[in-house]
T-cell receptor, first 112, second 114 residues
Framework: GDSVTQMEGPVTLSEEAFLTINCTYT??????LFWYVQYPGEGLQLLLK?????DKGSNKGFEATYRKETTSFHLEKGSVQVSDSAVYFC???????????FGKGTKLTVNP | EAGVAQSPRYKIIEKRQSVAFWCNPI?????LYWYQQILGQGPKLLIQ????????DSQLPKDRFSAERLKGVDSTLKIQPAKLEDSAVYLC????????????FGPGTRLTVT
């Protein structure tokens, strides 16, 4: 079945450091790909998405590019802030299905 | 615009007891989802409603879990009897339409079974 694999956390960075969180997927078709963020005590929020190969999703300084050849959707940010501390989830949705399949999540802590 | 509301936020019960969670989706959202998020894992879909009909309940443990969405608005998820492995955060989400539209998540209910 479809699955998503994220890099193991937790990840601890200093403010203004570069962030990469790796995400790879397995799917039978052509899924849409998502990054969700969960701040402490809150529900999941959609951070960005890409619906086809080579699309780049971006929001709040975060970016991810849909790479079909490597089945990847890595999350990047050039300069993280303390307020970016959260848990980040990579997810996919198969075409024709409404079900989201999530990775295990990566906890990010940014220190001042 | 009000978000997805869930209650209670926290619940502690003993195994073999029953528990119910409530979800109020965003007004006008036809599709409602219940997810189970076990500590250290990503959310897993339990059941999806379109209005008051079930679209997908393939991962719902039907021997102990049940859910309903009366009148196509609020929804209740019940566990009876609870097991230790049911300890998790139960997330409710809603979307305007199934598939292409964004899912909006509530804050979740953290269940601890002792």
């Amino acid at each position: 079945g479809d699955s998503v694999t994220q890099m193991e956390g937790p990840v601890t960075l200093s403010e203004e450091a570069f962030l990469t969180i790796n995400c790879t997927y397995t799917a039978t078709g052509y899924p849409s790909l998502f990054w969700y963020v969960q701040y402490p005590g809150e529900g999941l929020q959609l951070l960005l998405k890409a619906t086809k190969a080579d699309d780049k999703g971006s929001n709040k300084g975060f970016e991810a590019t849909y790479r079909k050849e490597t089945t990847s959707f890595h999350l990047e940010k050039g300069s993280v802030q303390v307020s970016d501390s959260a848990v980040y989830f990579c997810a996919l949705r198969e075409g024709g299905s409404e079900k989201l399949v999530f990775g295990k999540g990566t906890k990010l802590t940014v220190n001042p | 615009e009000a978000g997805v509301a869930q209650s209670p936020r926290y619940k502690i019960i003993e195994k073999r007891q029953s528990v119910a969670f409530w979800c109020n989706p965003i007004s006008g959202h036809a599709t409602l989802y219940w997810y189970q998020q076990i500590l250290g894992q990503g959310p897993k879909l339990l059941i999806q409603f379109q209005n008051n009909g079930v679209v997908d309940d393939s991962q719902l443990p039907k021997d102990r879990f049940s859910a309903e969405r009366l009148k196509g608005v609020d929804s209740t998820l019940k566990i009876q009897p609870a097991k230790l492995e049911d300890s998790a955060v139960y997330l409710c989400a809603s979307s305007i339409l199934a598939g292409v539209s964004e899912q909006y998540f509530g804050p979740g209910t953290r269940l601890t079974v002792t």
